[in-house]
Antibody, heavy 121, light 107 residues
Framework: EVQLVESGGGLVQPGGSLRLSCVASGFTFSDHYMDWVRQAPGKGLEWVGRSRNKAKSYTTEYAASVKGRFTISRDESKNSLYLQMNSLKTEDTAVYYC????????????WGQGTMVTVAS | DIQMTQSPSSLSASVGDRVTITCRASQGISNNLAWFQQKPGKAPKSLIY???SLQTGVPSKFSGSGSGTDFTLTISSLQPEDFATYYC?????????FGGGTKVEIK
């Protein structure tokens, strides 16, 4: 079964750091582009960033709101995608989802269940 | 950034109704548009990509159309499990952007 499972969320103070993980199973992780998307409480969806596949050297893209503060990486041996979040702000409070790209397209097909990040003092 | 505008923001419908949601892009995005369904407390579910292609396992009561700037999602016969919020998303260019959502409620 194709599955994405996020973890690592929690409560952090403004200015703090957190690393989210997304563990993939049921497919060849290195073949797929992967993205992070977030959703603030009661709000809509916001794209955070992308990790391209191994063929594209796992290059990354970021939303302007997180560029320079967030870093996306992968560990192929662990089938894991990461989101390192530094200099966190209260407006980063959200549920963070990882999403897989449908093979050969730029469209998402599979989403994880999400992990909640709360930035508050 | 490309702005995605959905309408209506909410609607009330009855079981069996045909429902249409529209999504307009602030500039042309070819057919690089997806639709998602989200229920309260749950992750989004992918329904449609490339404006009109159904994701695997999505029932054929869902259909999408459009190209360029104007797109629609149609549910042919609304069922109780279809009451949810629906989002469109463009993936033509960075940053990826989503519509504000359409909440489909029971009349």
């Amino acid at each position: 079964e194709v599955q994405l499972v996020e973890s690592g969320g929690g409560l952090v103070q403004p200015g703090g750091s957190l690393r989210l993980s997304c563990v993939a199973s049921g497919f060849t992780f290195s073949d797929h582009y992967m993205d992070w998307v977030r959703q603030a409480p009661g709000k809509g969806l916001e794209w955070v960033g992308r990790s391209r596949n191994k063929a594209k050297s796992y290059t990354t893209e970021y939303a302007a709101s997180v560029k320079g503060r967030f870093t996306i990486s992968r560990d192929e041996s662990k089938n894991s995608l990461y989101l390192q979040m530094n200099s966190l702000k209260t407006e980063d409070t959200a549920v963070y989802y990882c999403a897989r790209h449908l093979s050969g397209t730029l469209a998402f097909d599979i989403w994880g269940q999400g992990t909640m990040v709360t930035v508050a003092s | 950034d490309i702005q995605m505008t959905q309408s209506p923001s909410s609607l009330s419908a009855s079981v069996g109704d045909r429902v249409t949601i529209t999504c307009r892009a602030s500039q042309g995005i070819s057919n690089n548009l997806a639709w998602f369904q989200q229920k309260p407390g749950k992750a989004p579910k992918s329904l449609i990509y490339a404006a009109s292609s159904l994701q695997t396992g999505v029932p054929s009561k869902f259909s999408g159309s459009g190209s360029g700037t104007d797109f629609t999602l149609t549910i042919s016969s609304l069922q109780p499990e279809d009451f949810a919020t629906y989002y469109c998303q463009q993936y033509n260019s960075f940053p990826l952007t989503f519509g504000g959502g359409t909440k489909v409620e029971i009349k």
